[in-house]
């Protein structure tokens, strides 16, 4: 289990928002914007998450286009290898839930199984980290989704609020953000070209990455 760090910081001149999000090589859930800060011209944010503390997540989003926004409704703590397995249901008067949450028997994937009783493009049904959700999909009757745990980090810039669904990721101006052996603190710059560089912290950034009154 590791706790991640990433700094960013905005050099670009122009006000926008901080987006971390995730990606994975399967494209049975559509990536969210993740993580999602709001900075100004030269200012620097600070975003930690522990990449073991994943959740399954629902929200009541029945139509998925270009500016919507997951709030999930209810969120099920679970881990690649303890709890990777559940069950959404739809029970009487409309209720949604999780249930039936075990070990499932692919350790680091998790798996969702989507019961008879939901209803089509009624809900919205995911994974999260931290608390806040990084894949969804609408719900979809008698589909069973097998999702690995091992996802990549992506940074991106512009008026894209938290939980929001991103549409044409491979065109998405991004830059992946990768954590090397043993490290866990790394810094994400947006240049005044808009372009990304990625490093890893320089001493002044390290020293106010240790105090608690900059972040």
Request: a negative charge.
């Amino acid at each position: 289990m590791a706790k991640l760090r990433l700094i960013l910081l905005n050099k670009s001149g122009t006000p926008g928002n901080m987006v971390v999000y995730q990606r994975s090589d399967k494209d049975t859930l559509m990536p969210l914007a993740w993580l999602s800060q709001p900075t100004w011209p030269g200012a620097m944010v600070q975003m930690d998450w522990d990449d073991r503390d994943w959740a399954f997540v629902w929200a009541g989003v029945s139509h998925i286009q270009p500016g919507t926004v997951f709030l999930a409704a209810q969120v099920t703590p679970a881990t690649p290898t303890e709890g990777n397995q559940i069950e959404f249901l739809a029970g009487p008067g409309g209720m949604y839930e999780f249930a039936n949450q075990k070990n499932g028997a692919i350790p680091e994937y998790f798996v969702l199984i989507e019961t008879p009783s939901v209803p089509l493009n009624s809900v919205s049904v995911g994974l999260g980290m931290n608390g806040k959700a990084t894949f969804a999909a609408l719900a979809r009757p008698n589909r069973r989704t097998l999702f690995g745990a091992r996802t990549s980090y992506w940074v991106t810039f512009g008026d894209i609020a938290e939980g929001e669904f991103l549409f044409d990721v491979p065109t998405l101006p991004s830059a992946r953000v990768e954590f090397p052996p043993g490290v866990t603190t790394m810094v994400a710059q947006l240049n005044a070209d808009f372009s990304w560089t990625i490093s890893q912290p320089s001493l002044a950034e390290a020293e106010a990455d240790a105090d608690p009154a900059a972040s």
